[in-house]
């Protein structure tokens, strides 16, 4: 079958773009009950970007430290049910912040018209009404989340994304300024999520010439902004890497990723690392899948000083590494593209345990 997948509504881009967020939110603040729900990262509170939220006396405004964990599915519950007890259904929601307050902004639109727990949804299109208005202004680049049609939630029993077509935001506006201020361990590992989505949605049988389109111009991004004399974070390369990120989420939709995500998703759902973290972790290791990638990938981590951890493994029990195994063996989408439809003939738990064990 062919994806067919809805888009963003609408997109902003360029430096100051920020301060148009009052204007497109005028219209809409007089649905439901007049009212907007602004999720924001924490890092925010107290900084300049505080006081330019365009926040009227109605609103609600959560700051949320997305450090602790990954977005969960008792966050998101909570926070719906907190809202729609203290002021009814909002108008919409806002999030700023990362791939984490993307999620959130995302998940909870969709959890204030359906019903219950979000741990019923967790899945491909199991959520049964369009959620309200939402709105993202992405604050580090590289997931991919602020255009995925997919809201990544921890939850009891698993990880998995809330995704739909209504999943997708209805505006996302792209300010390069708003991510000046990230830290260069956070900018290399997030901007390395990008690198590896298109990496491995081009390695692998579900690429083809949509997908590659984006990856191709995304992984030429990712060099200009991580390898060779203009390296770095610049304001110039802030720009490309706010596009990298959309366009290397748009080749991973059309396409897929593969193992090194798979591998990921483990680490993050039982060791609690962050996704970019956790991928950047895995595909060091994976240089018989993805050969050249993984070459290149370390070069941008030595031009800037980055060192990722060795030897982990050493540190897990056999059943951390089986329970982190299972995690990634249950993602057959991601075997199936990388490996091709016969990949349980050649990948099997033990393989992925070896795997694990390279870390
Ligand atoms: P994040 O939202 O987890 O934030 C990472 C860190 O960067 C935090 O400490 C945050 O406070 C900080 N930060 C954010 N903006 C900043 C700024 N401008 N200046 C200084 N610090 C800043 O980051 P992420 O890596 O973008 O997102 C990871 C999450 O995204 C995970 O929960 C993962 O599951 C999810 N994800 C979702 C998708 C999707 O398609 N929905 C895809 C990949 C990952
Ligand atoms: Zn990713």
């Not at 505006?171 to 390069?176: F, G, K, M």
């Not at 004399?229 to 596009?243: H, I, P, R, S, Y």
């Not at 990938?297 to 299972?326: F, R, Y």
Request: charged share 25%; with cysteine; hydrophobic share 40%.
């Amino acid at each position: 079958m062919h994806k067919n997948f809805k888009n963003i509504d609408k997109v902003v881009f360029g430096r100051g773009s920020f301060s148009e967020m009052d204007g497109i939110l005028a219209e809409k603040r007089n649905d439901n009950g007049r009212f907007f729900l602004f999720v924001v990262d924490s890092y925010f509170k107290g900084k300049d970007l505080e006081s330019r939220l365009p926040v009227k006396p109605e609103d609600v405004v959560k700051f949320i430290d997305v450090d602790p964990s990954e977005p969960t599915t008792e966050l998101i519950d909570s926070l719906r049910d907190e809202v729609l007890a203290a002021k009814g259904l909002p108008s919409g929601v806002v999030g700023i912040g990362g791939g984490s307050i993307m999620d959130i902004a995302k998940a909870v639109s969709l959890m204030f018209t359906n019903e219950g727990s979000s741990t019923l949804y967790q899945g491909l299109n199991l959520i049964k009404k369009p959620g309200i208005y939402h709105l993202g202004v992405p604050t580090i680049s590289g997931t991919g989340a602020e255009v995925s049609m997919t809201a990544v939630l921890t939850g009891p029993v698993k990880k998995l994304g809330l995704k739909c077509d209504w999943t997708v935001f209805n505006q996302v506006i792209l300010d390069p300024e708003l991510i000046a201020s990230v830290p260069t361990d956070k900018w290399l590992y997030t901007g390395m999520d990008t690198y590896i989505h298109c990496i491995e949605s081009e390695n692998g049988i579900l690429n083809n010439a949509y997908s590659h389109a984006f990856a191709e111009q995304a992984v030429k991004l990712c060099r200009e902004i991580y390898l060779g004399d203009k390296a770095g974070q610049t304001a110039e390369n802030d720009d490309k890497l706010m596009v990298a990120s959309m366009m290397g989420g748009l080749s991973l939709t059309y396409s897929e990723v593969g193992v090194c995500h798979a591998l990921s998703y483990g680490l993050s759902k039982i060791l609690g690392e962050k996704h970019c973290y956790a991928n950047c972790l895995a595909f060091q290791h994976l240089e018989d899948y993805y050969g050249e990638g993984v070459r290149e990938l370390k070069q941008m981590l030595v031009q800037h000083n980055v060192q990722l951890p060795q030897g982990l493994s050493k540190g897990w029990t056999d059943e951390t590494i089986t329970a982190m195994a299972e995690v990634a063996y249950n993602l057959p989408h991601m075997w199936n593209h990388a490996i091709g439809t016969d990949w349980k003939e050649k990948v099997s738990l033990d393989t992925i345990k070896e795997l694990y064990k390279r870390m």
